[in-house]
């Protein structure tokens, strides 16, 4: 059974930066693309970054690119999003998800989800 435990969610001012992580268990996690979504109140879930399973190949949001960071650490079962310069806007939950497949990572290509950590900036 796989299990995603999100971790590094908090309070952050803008202009900061968090660096969320997500323990993986129960598969093969370095066969996978990974993947960050967010979901903001009101508002549909939405993927925020994703990386494929060797870790060489990245996606970033239009609202994300450039402020926020994926990486992942296969040996240690570990992926994590450094999120810098951060606006109000990048309030949300936060989850991570591991995709059916190793370098896809499209919205429906993710089966598993993280029970998601809260992030709060404040202006």
């Known amino acids: 059974q796989v299990q995603l435990v999100e971790s590094g969610g908090g309070l952050a001012q803008a202009g900061g930066s968090l660096r969320l992580s997500c323990l993986a268990s129960g598969h093969s996690f370095g066969n996978y693309a990974m993947g960050w979504f967010r979901q903001a109140p009101g508002k549909e879930r939405e993927v925020v970054a994703a990386?494929?399973?060797?870790?060489?190949?990245?996606y970033y949001s239009h609202s994300v690119k450039g402020r926020f960071t994926i990486s992942r650490d296969n040996a240690k079962n570990m992926v994590y999003l450094q999120m810098n310069s951060l606006l109000p806007e990048d309030t949300a939950v936060y989850y991570c998800a591991r995709s059916r497949y190793a370098n896809s990572w499209g919205p429906s290509d993710f089966n598993s989800w993280g029970q998601g950590t809260q992030v709060t900036v404040s202006p």
């Open positions: 990386i494929n399973w060797r870790g060489i190949n990245t």
